[in-house]
């Protein structure tokens, strides 16, 4: 409106990406202009107290969005109704900060890991199903997994693997080499999207075997 009223050959209209003015912005006593940080909230975040993003909603925008999407057709987009209740009683909100290219389905590949996740194509819908087995109460939410068999496979339908192990072969890693130590950057919103670290330890099995640190996860689409 400033620049509509006083300035109107200078009002020009960026539609699709923000950008910041002012009429009177102290830029110091310094020769050099100072750096500022911004912190941007979606128009998809949870709600007016939660910044983040209902991973569904962040799906939604990359493939489908008009300006910045894969230009995925609507029409093949399955019900992600069961995945954000899921996210949501899960607590699994994300901010995502791409300021680099990067390849449509690494950014979908991140999001469906981050959130215990996987897409499916099926009945010619795209759709995403959680791994978890187990109910999940959150955020005023309750998931509940479909546990019911979509198939009863015998050994039939397998193809016959090499040597006598039959059709199907578990191969299971040694329970010793296995990783107890976890830990994960990301984004702290606490301390202004500064890069942290979360960490989860498995004290019986360090006692056991010795501390097996797995590498750094990185995960800065989280930020809480």
């Known amino acids: 409106s400033y620049l509509t009223t006083e300035h109107p050959d200078a009002a020009l209209a960026y539609r699709g990406i923000a950008y910041v003015a002012a009429s009177a912005y102290d830029l110091g006593s310094d020769a050099d202009v100072p750096n500022t940080s911004y912190e941007v909230i979606s128009n998809v975040r949870y ?18 969005n008009a300006q910045y999407g894969g230009f995925f057709p609507s029409a ?3 019900s992600l109704v069961d995945y954000s209740t899921y996210c949501i009683a899960s607590g699994l909100l994300l901010s995502p900060y791409y300021s680099e290219p990067q390849p449509l389905a690494q950014m979908l590949t991140k999001v469906a890991m981050l959130t215990n ?8 819908k795209l759709k995403l199903v959680s791994y978890a087995d187990q109910s999940v109460t959150g955020n005023g939410k309750t998931w509940n997994p479909n546990l019911t068999a979509v ?7 397998f193809l ?6 039959g059709p199907v072969r578990l191969l299971r890693k040694d329970p010793s080499q296995r990783y107890n130590h976890v830990r994960i950057k990301y984004y702290n919103r606490s301390r202004q999207y500064n890069e ?17 640190s797995m590498p750094y996860v990185e995960a800065y689409e989280v930020a809480d």
């Open 151 to 157: 198939y009863n496979l015998t050994d039939d339908q």
């Open 160 to 165: 016959p693997a090499s040597g006598n192990e």
């Open 196 to 212: 942290d670290v979360a960490e989860a330890k498995d004290e019986a099995q360090i006692l056991k075997n010795g501390l097996r």
């Open 76 to 78: 093949k987009m399955g």
């Open 47 to 64: 709600s007016a107290a939660i910044k983040d993003a209902n991973p569904k909603d962040i799906i939604a925008e990359l493939l489908t």
């Open 117 to 124: 996740s996987d897409f499916v194509y099926s009945s010619k």
